[in-house]
């Protein structure tokens, strides 16, 4: 059954860094999020991609955070300088892009760890 | 705005018992509804969703799902736990956009 993959599943990372995060959508799926978890709390929306650029975005996907599909396969989130309240869980979905296919198909995740 | 609601933080089963983790959701329009899996260190997996339809939604590993419209809930339901059913559990609207909105997330733990 295709899934979702991320890399790395793990990423420590001093304040300031850069870090790019990767994700490998189940082909087919046309549209693509991320989201994130901090440690003991909710899953948050981050951002949605369709047709090669963002359809929405939420308030925590501020300057620092972008997103890209550099190759046809891979989805990539780019966070240009950590800060500490990063450190989270960072989940990448994807969905079909076919009428009334809504389930989206999440990656195990990477635990991103700043310091 | 669409919200989600899961009002226990945990909940406690034995085994063979019947098990339920409720849900509450508020949207303007027709709900479309999710339920979503965590196990230690994993994604999210997907159980179940109600787009439309009978208001009895039946997914994996047994689980099911019941829509009240009058109520505005979504419980998850299973009539007989396993161990291994021992999870994080999370509720979730699709809101106009696409993007899902996640409720807090229910801790069920199923003792043997």
């Known amino acids: 059954e295709p899934e979702v993959t991320q890399t790395p599943s793990h990423q420590v990372t001093q304040m300031g860094q850069e870090v790019i995060l990767r994700c490998v959508p189940i082909?087919?799926?046309?549209?693509f999020y991320w989201y994130r978890q901090i440690l003991g709390q909710k899953v948050e929306f981050l951002v949605s991609f369709y047709n090669n650029e963002i359809s929405e975005k939420s308030e925590i996907f501020d300057d620092q955070f972008s997103v890209e599909r550099p190759d046809g396969s891979n989805f990539t989130l780019k966070i240009r300088s950590t800060k500490l309240e990063d450190s989270a869980m960072y989940f990448c979905?994807?969905?079909?892009?076919?009428?009334?296919?809504?389930?989206?198909?999440f990656g195990p995740g990477t635990r991103l760890l700043v310091l | 705005a669409q919200s989600v609601a899961q009002p226990e933080d945990q909940v406690n089963v034995a085994e063979g018992n019947p098990l339920t983790v409720k849900c509450t959701y508020s949207v303007s329009g027709n709900p479309y509804l999710f339920w979503y899996v965590q196990y230690p260190n994993r994604g999210l997996q997907f159980l179940l969703k109600?787009?439309?339809?009978?208001?009895l939604v039946k997914g994996s590993y047994g689980f099911e799902a019941e829509f009240n419209k009058s109520q505005t809930s979504f419980h998850l339901k299973k009539p007989s736990a396993l161990v291994s059913d021992s999870a994080l559990y999370f509720c979730a609207v699709r809101d106009a956009g696409g993007k899902l909105i996640f409720g807090q997330g229910t801790e069920l733990s199923v003792k043997p």
């Open positions: 979905a994807s969905r079909d892009r076919l009428a009334g296919t809504e389930t989206q198909y």
């Open positions: 082909s087919n799926h046309l549209y």
């Open positions: 109600y787009i439309t339809g009978d208001n």
